[in-house]
């Protein structure tokens, strides 16, 4: 800040123009005062904060009426986009809610067109725009349909190749990595799956990122770590969300759920018996309560220096496992076959070594983690086409991939996580005129996994029990 004095004596002030520049995910200030958010730093004799509060920063300065310079931005040329995508009232009312301030999250059950309501906002914001998705499938699906509503080429950020345009898909690992390059590049951030932005290292993503406009597409936003409390900060929140129960039989199919109870046989209820003693009698003698995820974490971090509590856990983990994948479950498996033979039906299972059991079983084909690309593609086409009318997964298929329809679910084994539940269902719930999906649990009697399937809780409800 300058002074000066004009003939009549009168002092003017003349301040020094703020200057902001981008640097390696943060924004530096050149200003004689601290800003909001700001911190000094002596490296370089300036200020400096996260490109998180770029937008803040601006909001400031203007509302203030202080000159300033930006330097920030570093845009590619941005074509007019152009889309005639019709949306449905409830898609409507999701991307209304969200143009209030361009922030937060939508929650929409999967199959309720997330992805229709994330190029609609790109298109109406018509600025460079980066689409960041956990999987490379879905990587390539967002791709195909950007490409395909506004003809244009899409850039990709992962792995395989990096290739930037107004419109980047990019995975969140590449994307993470990528941060401190790309950050000022877009001026809009969406977030497919966002529940995985709060991970850590993933934060970084939002807070090295400059753009002020910000969406998040989930099906599934609480985590059981609560880091999901995290996207208030990063993103904005939850500014909408909607249920199963409201979209079935409209625009997702109407649905039942069925509970199968199977008992162990005699070999597997004394193996179970044998390591579930071990490990209540463990939590017994040390007077552990495991109520809540934090204090099984805490059992966790223990046994890394109690040899009690790694074996307790071990045999912890040795009886759920048998409960997870009894024979009878296959016995009851063959009779869910039986009963909707030519129905195509997804098999979710929580290991892999039930799953290549099923497939050897009963000639289906098999997805895991270690199913090649090519192999895993043939088998989603055939599945697609009818040649296969079941396929049997760990996991694989629960999100970020564009399955086909199934009317039928079957869970053999999961966890307690009400996220998976509701991905496993909406794998079913694709509308079909007629169409009635339904999901079967399959659950070993008088063990632990009746109580991980009372914790999946969701919107489908708890189905019937049947023996």
Same mark, same amino acid.
């Given at each position: 800040?300058?002074?000066?004095?004009?003939?009549?004596?009168?002092?003017?002030?003349?301040?020094?123009?703020?200057?902001?520049?981008?640097?390696?995910?943060?924004?530096?200030?050149?200003?004689?005062?601290?800003?909001?958010?700001?911190?000094?730093?002596?490296?370089?004799?300036?200020?400096?904060?996260?490109?998180?509060?770029?937008?803040?920063?601006?909001?400031?300065?203007?509302?203030?009426?202080?000159?300033?310079?930006?330097?920030?931005?570093?845009?590619?040329?941005?074509?007019?986009?152009?889309?005639?995508?019709?949306?449905?009232?409830?898609?409507?009312?999701?991307?209304?809610?969200?143009?209030?301030?361009?922030?937060?999250?939508?929650?929409?059950?999967?199959?309720?067109?997330?992805?229709?309501?994330?190029?609609?906002?790109?298109?109406?914001?018509?600025?460079?725009?980066?689409?960041?998705?956990?999987?490379?499938?879905?990587?390539?699906?967002?791709?195909?349909?950007?490409?395909?509503?506004?003809?244009?080429?899409?850039?990709?950020?992962?792995?395989?190749?990096?290739?930037?345009?107004?419109?980047?898909?990019?995975?969140?690992?590449?994307?993470?990595?990528?941060?401190?390059?790309?950050?000022?590049?877009?001026?809009?951030?969406?977030?497919?799956?966002?529940?995985?932005?709060?991970?850590?290292?993933?934060?970084?993503?939002?807070?090295?990122?400059?753009?002020?406009?910000?969406?998040?597409?989930?099906?599934?936003?609480?985590?059981?770590?609560?880091?999901?409390?995290?996207?208030?900060?990063?993103?904005?929140?939850?500014?909408?969300?909607?249920?199963?129960?409201?979209?079935?039989?409209?625009?997702?199919?109407?649905?039942?759920?069925?509970?199968?109870?199977?008992?162990?046989?005699?070999?597997?209820?004394?193996?179970?018996?044998?390591?579930?003693?071990?490990?209540?009698?463990?939590?017994? +003698?040390?007077?552990? /309560? *495991?109520?809540?995820?934090?204090?099984? !974490?805490?059992?966790?971090? $223990?046994? #890394? &220096?109690?040899?009690?509590?790694?074996?307790?856990?071990?045999?912890?983990?040795?009886?759920?496992?048998?409960?997870?994948?009894?024979?009878?479950?296959?016995?009851?498996?063959?009779?869910?076959?039986?009963?909707?033979?030519?129905?195509?039906?997804?098999?979710?299972?929580?290991?892999?070594?039930?799953?290549?059991?099923?497939?050897?079983?009963?000639?289906?084909?098999?997805?895991?983690?270690?199913?090649?690309?090519?192999?895993?593609?043939?088998?989603?086409?055939?599945?697609?086409?009818?040649?296969?009318?079941?396929?049997?997964?760990?996991?694989?298929?629960?999100?970020?991939?564009?399955?086909?329809?199934? +009317?039928?679910?079957? /869970? *053999?084994?999961?966890?307690?996580?009400? !996220?998976?539940?509701?991905? $496993?269902? #909406? &794998?079913?719930?694709?509308?079909?005129?007629?169409?009635?999906?339904?999901?079967?649990?399959?659950?070993?009697?008088?063990?632990?996994?009746?109580?991980?399937?009372?914790?999946?809780?969701?919107?489908?409800?708890?189905?019937?029990?049947?023996?």
């Amino acid at each position: 800040m300058h002074t000066k004095k004009n003939d009549h004596g009168v002092i003017k002030i003349k301040r020094d123009i703020i200057t902001l520049s981008y640097e390696h995910g943060t924004i530096v200030i050149n200003s004689n005062f601290k800003l909001p958010h700001t911190v000094w730093d002596t490296r370089v004799g300036c200020y400096r904060c996260s490109s998180l509060f770029y937008k803040d920063v601006l909001e400031y300065l203007n509302l203030s009426g202080l000159d300033y310079v930006d330097n920030v931005l570093d845009l590619l040329p941005m074509p007019n986009l152009a889309c005639n995508l019709a949306l449905r009232d409830y898609q409507k009312d999701a991307i209304a809610k969200w143009l209030q301030t361009k922030s937060g999250a939508l929650v929409l059950p999967t199959g309720a067109g997330k992805t229709v309501i994330g190029i609609k906002a790109i298109s109406m914001l018509n600025v460079p725009a980066l689409v960041v998705v956990p999987t490379l499938e879905l990587l390539k699906q967002w791709k195909n349909e950007l490409e395909q509503k506004f003809g244009i080429e899409v850039g990709t950020y992962s792995g395989e190749k990096h290739i930037l345009g107004p419109i980047t898909v990019s995975t969140y690992d590449t994307a993470y990595l990528r941060a401190e390059e790309l950050g000022n590049k877009f001026l809009f951030l969406l977030f497919d799956e966002v529940h995985h932005l709060p991970s850590p290292g993933y934060t970084s993503i939002a807070e090295l990122f400059v753009a002020p406009y910000r969406l998040g597409l989930t099906a599934t936003y609480e985590r059981e770590d609560g880091r999901h409390e995290e996207l208030e900060r990063l993103i904005g929140g939850k500014v909408y969300e909607i249920g199963l129960e409201k979209l079935k039989g409209k625009h997702l199919a109407e649905y039942k759920t069925k509970r199968i109870v199977t008992d162990l046989t005699v070999a597997e209820r004394s193996e179970y018996e044998k390591y579930h003693d071990i490990f209540t009698d463990f939590l017994k +003698s040390r007077k552990i /309560i *495991l109520k809540t995820p934090k204090n099984f !974490r805490l059992l966790v971090m $223990r046994s #890394g &220096r109690d040899a009690s509590a790694r074996a307790a856990l071990l045999a912890r983990n040795r009886a759920r496992r048998i409960a997870l994948n009894s024979n009878s479950k296959l016995h009851a498996l063959s009779r869910i076959l039986d009963n909707h033979f030519g129905e195509q039906m997804i098999i979710f299972t929580e290991h892999n070594s039930l799953v290549y059991a099923i497939s050897r079983e009963f000639l289906i084909p098999a997805i895991t983690h270690t199913t090649q690309k090519e192999e895993r593609a043939e088998i989603m086409d055939k599945f697609r086409a009818g040649k296969y009318n079941a396929i049997v997964t760990s996991k694989v298929l629960e999100e970020g991939i564009d399955v086909p329809d199934a +009317s039928v679910g079957v /869970i *053999l084994s999961g966890s307690g996580s009400k !996220r998976e539940y509701k991905q $496993r269902l #909406g &794998r079913i719930l694709r509308k079909k005129e007629g169409k009635l999906a339904i999901l079967y649990e399959i659950i070993s009697k008088k063990t632990t996994e009746v109580g991980i399937a009372q914790r999946r809780k969701s919107e489908a409800g708890k189905g019937t029990p049947s023996k």
